[in-house]
C-alpha cells in the first residue's frame, strides 16, 4: 500500500467485522463493513494530498455510495409496503432469532445525543394482553365518544388493535434520564427524546416488513394504565405499545384509506421551498422521470 492517510492505520485500530446478527451490505467494499481499498481512499479524499489536516478517526471511514439497484428497490419496498396490522395476525410465535434482529434493527436507530433511551419490554402472556385489552377497551369507548354522526360510526366500524391476537408485543419506553440530565442536542427541546425512540419504532417496523413480521402501533388506551399494569417507573414515558406477528398478507393501503377514514395527502401540497407554506419547484420536472 502506498503512503496514504489510511495506510498509516495501525489494522488493530480498525473496527471489527460485522456481527452474524444481520446480513451485511453488500454495496460495502472490502469485507470488513466497508473499508476503503487504497484506491478508494484517493478517490474518497483521503489520499496523501488529503493529510494536511488528517482525520485522526479516518479507520472508520467506510464507503458511503449508493446500494446498488436491487438493494435499492429492497429498500424501496420495505418503505412503500410497510402496513400498520390490525387483523392479519398469525398465531405462530415468532422466532427468538427474528426478534433479535428487529430489536438490534430499533437499537441502530439513530438518538439525541446518542442517549439510546429507549427499552423494550416483551409480552407473551395472555393476562397481561387481556389486563392491556381492557386499557384500550376502556380509552377506546372515550375516543368513540369524541367523534360523532357518520364519522362515529364509521369509527366504531375499525379495527384499531390486535393486542390479543398478537402473538407477541413490545411495550416500547423512552427513559429521559437515560444519559444523565444535560443530553447533547436535546438541551433547548426536551422533546427529542421522544422523537428518538420513535426512529428506533420505525426501525423495528421496516425491519419487520422485510422479515414478513406483521406490525401494529396500539396508542388508543391511558398511559398511567399500561404503566401500572407492567410496573414502568413514573418517570419512563411509554412511547407506543407494538403488536408483532407473522402475516401472509397485507393491506395494498393504509387500512384507514382502503376503508374510507382518511387518504393519503399529495406530497407536492406538503413540500415548499425557502419557507412555510409557499410552493416548491422540486416537483415540476417529475413528469419526464
Ligand atoms: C404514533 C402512531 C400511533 C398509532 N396508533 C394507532 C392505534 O392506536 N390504532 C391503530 O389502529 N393504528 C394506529 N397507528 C397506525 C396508523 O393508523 C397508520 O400508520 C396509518 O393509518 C397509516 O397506515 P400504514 O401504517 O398502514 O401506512 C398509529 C401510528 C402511529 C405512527
Not at 38 to 48: D, F, W
Not at 127 to 143: I, L, M, T
Not at 210 to 217: F, L, N, P
Request: with cysteine; net charge negative.
Amino acid at each position: 500500500m502506498t503512503d496514504t492517510c489510511v495506510d498509516r492505520i495501525d489494522d488493530a485500530e480498525r473496527v471489527p467485522p460485522a456481527t452474524d446478527a444481520a446480513p451485511a451490505a453488500s454495496a460495502q467494499t472490502d469485507g470488513d463493513r466497508g473499508h476503503l481499498a487504497e484506491e478508494e481512499t484517493v478517490a474518497a479524499g483521503l489520499g496523501p494530498e488529503a493529510c494536511a489536516e488528517p482525520d485522526p478517526w479516518r479507520a472508520h471511514r467506510v464507503a458511503a455510495g449508493p446500494f446498488d439497484a436491487a438493494e435499492r428497490a429492497a429498500v424501496y419496498r420495505a418503505i412503500e409496503t410497510r402496513r400498520d396490522v390490525r387483523g392479519q395476525f398469525e398465531p405462530a410465535p415468532i422466532d427468538d432469532a427474528v426478534l433479535r434482529r428487529l430489536l438490534a434493527a430499533a437499537h441502530a436507530a439513530p438518538s439525541v445525543g446518542f442517549m439510546q433511551p429507549w427499552s423494550f419490554i416483551r409480552i407473551t402472556d395472555p393476562g397481561v394482553k387481556d389486563r392491556v385489552h381492557a386499557a384500550f377497551s376502556a380509552a377506546n369507548a372515550e375516543a368513540e365518544a369524541m367523534f360523532s354522526g357518520a364519522h362515529q360510526d364509521r369509527y366504531r366500524s375499525l379495527k384499531l388493535e390486535g393486542i390479543r391476537e398478537a402473538p407477541v408485543s413490545l411495550c416500547v419506553t423512552c427513559d429521559p434520564t437515560r444519559s444523565g440530565p444535560v443530553v447533547l442536542g436535546r438541551t433547548h427541546q426536551s422533546e427529542m427524546d421522544l422523537y428518538s425512540t420513535v426512529c428506533a419504532v420505525q426501525n423495528l417496523w421496516l425491519a419487520a416488513r422485510a422479515e414478513g413480521i406483521g406490525v401494529g402501533w396500539v396508542s388508543i388506551f391511558r398511559e398511567a394504565d399500561v404503566k401500572a399494569i407492567l410496573g414502568i417507573p413514573d418517570h419512563v414515558r411509554i412511547v407506543a405499545w407494538l403488536c408483532l406477528g407473522h402475516v401472509k398478507t397485507l393491506y395494498d393501503a393504509p387500512e384507514l384509506a382502503i376503508k374510507g377514514w382518511r387518504q393519503r395527502l399529495p406530497l407536492e401540497e406538503l413540500v415548499s421551498d425557502n419557507g412555510w407554506g409557499g410552493e416548491t419547484a422540486l416537483f415540476v420536472e417529475q413528469t419526464r422521470e
